[in-house]
């Protein structure tokens, strides 16, 4: 949809979706036109409305369509399910002609309609979408002019308008129009749609299959079968790939640096990096007594020494950022430096925050309560993991007493969806343009993305401003300074923009790298390869 997807910390290197191509020779243990995928948690679901994370994305972008999509390489919005479409002079009015003969994988034709109930769903306050909801939020009405022509009026302006009606994906009303609870249908479970890929199977724990969508009313990719195979441990995933059990991996950085360089591996596996808009981050819950006061957040960024975690165990590979727009883009202060790793500094800060060691245990406190907090991490994440340990000996040193909660990666989404949570490492893939209303935003706390609790009244001003700017000179002077609202305020600590380390079999050919990654509906199959 366009908006920003949450990640996990040991995937945020890894933001690929990977397809292949096909003949009926055998490969290992499966047919060589099927490409097996390694995922390294199972999504919560398959509802292409209500998921939030990428690993359910990196499937349903197979399966759905939206009436435009971005070029990878121009990165300018092109037809996709709307073959044309009118904006009116003010921008506040766009009308989408869809094409006729496009179905969905049961046989129904796709129209207008499914697009329209598609944006009630969305706005529906019953259905758990409030990080779609937000993007669409200043819509005021929704017309069907006829089964393949559907016209948004917006009662503000956004610059964001096209892209936003445009990534309204088209999900089946004659399935889901009749379903009690639509954040329970079937849906969530078996996904209908217009795209490449057919839902075929989703075994829990173990995978989900896909299979080419014969009836496809583009040109059909060449790969017949998509396996994706759940599996939580990168080390068990590495030996599956040296095997030949899967095709793609995302690889953790000590595997890229130093367990695929042997000629072997590489005769077998190509491997490419490149960088998407992403960074990952420390989140600091500020409803919370320990973390309401922004000199405690910034004393924690201070006890985080971001250069040696990044040069030991990311081997380098990513960059120190300070801020949440994508560090590669002109929205991103390049000025704003990031706090140092300064422990006398931080302790002079927890002293000033009255977090002082009243009672000489050992440990900090503040009106009786101790300092001793959470961190919430996801258990198959082995970078988060390191990371914990890091601030638990850091943070010890300053009297703050930190205990590492490891979850499975459902209960753990629960866990910060929830808000219940002390602290938390996640990422975010973030859009091309900047919108930072879904993540920050006051109005985002109770429902929305913003499960930190940030509230600040000159970034929420700035947020709208944004939304209403056409001009792109505008837009980044708004944004360097809502960059500088966060440095000061640290509700993250910023913590790194990391590259896509991919790994891949050689079984494909054209395998290119666009701006925005893999296109991976390219790759053809390379005839000559046989398995090492």
Same mark, same amino acid.
């Given at each position: 949809?366009?908006?920003?997807? #949450? ?5 945020? /290197? ?44 990196? %499937? ?61 769903? %969305? ?7 409030? !990080? ?47 379903? =009690? ?8 479970? =078996? ?15 173990? #995978?989900?299959?896909?299979? #080419? ?9 060449? /790969? ?19 095997? !030949? ?34 960074? *990952? ?60 790793? &300064? ?15 009243? &009672? ?11 300092? +001793? ?48 949570? &002390? =602290?938390?490492?996640?990422?975010? *893939? ?14 985002? /706390? ?20 944004? #939304?209403?700017?056409? &001009? ?10 809502? !960059? ?35 296109? +991976? ?12």
């Amino acid at each position: 949809m366009g908006e920003m997807r #949450r990640l996990s910390a040991c995937f945020l /290197i890894a933001l690929i979706v990977a397809f292949g191509a096909c003949n009926m020779e055998q490969v290992g243990r499966y047919p060589a036109d099927w490409l097996m995928y390694h995922i390294p948690a199972e999504p919560d679901t398959l509802n292409p409305l209500t998921s939030t994370d990428l690993y359910s994305d990196t %499937i349903l972008e197979n399966i759905y369509e939206t009436l435009v999509w971005r070029n990878p390489d121009t990165l300018e919005l092109e037809p996709r399910l709307a073959e044309s479409w009118e904006i009116s002079p003010d921008g506040m009015t766009i009308t989408f002609h869809m094409r006729k003969g496009v179905r969905f994988t049961d046989g129904v034709p796709a129209t207008a309609r499914d697009v329209e109930y598609t944006y009630r769903k %969305i706005m529906d306050p019953k259905v758990d979408c409030p !990080h779609l909801r937000n993007y669409y939020a200043d819509i005021s009405k929704v017309e069907v002019l006829d089964d393949y022509t559907i016209k948004f009026t917006y009662k503000e302006p956004y610059f964001r308008a096209l892209e936003i009606c445009g990534y309204t994906q088209c999900i089946p009303k004659h399935l889901l129009e009749k379903a =009690a609870d639509f954040n329970k249908s079937p849906l969530g479970r =078996a996904p209908v749609g217009t795209g490449p890929y057919k839902f075929v199977e989703w075994t829990t724990g173990r #995978r989900v299959v896909l299979d #080419r969508n014969e009836d496809y009313w583009r040109a059909k990719p060449e /790969i017949k079968r998509v396996v994706y195979k759940f599996i939580s441990l990168d080390s068990t995933a590495l030996i599956e790939l040296k095997k !030949h059990h899967l095709d793609v991996m995302g690889l953790r950085p000590i595997q890229w640096v130093k367990q695929t360089n042997k000629p072997r591996f590489l005769k077998s596996f190509r491997k490419e990096m490149y960088y998407l808009p992403n960074y *990952s981050y420390i989140g600091w819950n500020m409803r919370r007594p320990l973390f309401s006061d922004k000199r405690v957040r910034r004393a924690m960024t201070m006890l985080v020494d971001r250069d040696t975690i990044l040069n030991t165990i990311l081997f380098g590979l990513g960059k120190v950022v300070t801020g949440p727009a994508y560090i590669y883009s002109p929205y991103y202060d390049n000025d704003i430096k990031p706090w140092p790793y &300064d422990p006398n500094a931080a302790k002079q800060l927890l002293d000033q925050a009255g977090w002082l060691d009243h &009672d000489g245990d050992g440990i900090r406190d503040k009106n009786g309560a101790p300092f +001793k907090f959470e961190f919430l991490i996801s258990s198959g994440s082995i970078f988060a993991d390191q990371l914990g340990t890091i601030l638990q000996r850091e943070l010890a040193k300053v009297g703050i007493k930190l205990e590492v909660r490891k979850l499975e990666w459902a209960t753990f989404l629960k866990m910060v969806d929830d808000r219940n949570f &002390d =602290a938390v490492t996640l990422g975010w *893939s973030l859009s091309v343009e900047t919108d930072p209303y879904q993540l920050w935003h006051s109005s985002q /706390i109770e429902k929305g993305s913003n499960f930190v609790g940030f509230s600040n009244p000159e970034a929420d001003e700035i947020i709208v401003k944004n #939304r209403r700017a056409f &001009d792109v000179n505008e837009r980044i002077r708004l944004m360097k300074r809502f !960059h500088d609202i966060l440095h000061d305020e640290q509700p993250y600590t910023f913590l790194f923009c990391s590259p896509s380390l991919v790994a891949i079999s050689r079984r494909f050919d054209n395998v290119k790298v666009h701006k925005l990654g893999l296109e +991976k509906t390219e790759w053809t199959i390379n005839r000559q390869w046989k398995e090492e």
